[in-house]
C-alpha cells in the first residue's frame, strides 16, 4: 500500500522502464534541438519542465547545447527560464559558459533572472567573463546583470576574469566602470 503523504519523487525502479525510455527520447529532443518535435510531444501533455536525473529541465539541455529554436518553443509553452538543476545552475548560467548569445537573449526575452546566480552566488556575468565572452558580458549588462556582484567568495566578475586570464573581458568590464 502507498503511504498517501508520502510526497517523494518514485525511484527509477518504481517508473515503468518504457516511460523511462519515452522521457530519455524526449531529452534527447531537446540536446538536438528538434524544435518541431518538442512542440509536437509538448502539445501531447509531456510538461515543459520535465527534468531528468540531474534536475536538467528540457530547457536547460536545449540552452546548453545552444538551440534557440528548441528553448523558444520550450519557453513559449510554460517552461520555466529560471529553472535549477541539482547544482543550482541556470540555463542562463549553461549558455553564458558555452557561449550561446542568442540562447541568452532568447532567455531574457522570456523572463530569465540575468542575475540568478548558483549556489555559490556566481552569476552568468561571472561565468561569460571567466571564459572571454565578451558579447556576451555586453549582453548581460545590456539587460542589468550587477558586474560588481559578488560570489560566496568575495570574488567579482573582474576578479574572475583575472583569475582565468580573460584580458579582454577583463578590459571589458573596466571600460564599463566595474
Do not use: C, W
Request: overall charge negative.
Amino acid at each position: 500500500m502507498t503511504d498517501p503523504a508520502n510526497t517523494a519523487p518514485p525511484s527509477r525502479a518504481q517508473i515503468d522502464p518504457d516511460l523511462l525510455a519515452l522521457a530519455q527520447q524526449v531529452f534527447d529532443l531537446a540536446r538536438r534541438g528538434d524544435a518541431s518535435m518538442l512542440a509536437a510531444v509538448l502539445e501531447k501533455g509531456v510538461p515543459p519542465n520535465l527534468r531528468n536525473d540531474k534536475g536538467d529541465s528540457l530547457v536547460m539541455l536545449a540552452s546548453y547545447h545552444g538551440h534557440v529554436d528548441a528553448v523558444r518553443v520550450l519557453l513559449e509553452r510554460g517552461a520555466d527560464p529560471n529553472l535549477r538543476n541539482d547544482n543550482g545552475q541556470t540555463p542562463i548560467a549553461g549558455a553564458a559558459f558555452k557561449g550561446f548569445d542568442k540562447v541568452i537573449e532568447t532567455l531574457l526575452a522570456h523572463g530569465a533572472d540575468v542575475e540568478g546566480a548558483s549556489p555559490d552566488g556566481r552569476t552568468a556575468l561571472m561565468v561569460a567573463t571567466m571564459f572571454n565572452r565578451t558579447a556576451i558580458v555586453d549582453l548581460l549588462i545590456a539587460h542589468g546583470a550587477n558586474p560588481n556582484a559578488h560570489d560566496a567568495n568575495g570574488v567579482t566578475a573582474s576578479d574572475a576574469a583575472a583569475r582565468m586570464g580573460a584580458g579582454d573581458a577583463q578590459a571589458r568590464l573596466k571600460a564599463l566602470g566595474a
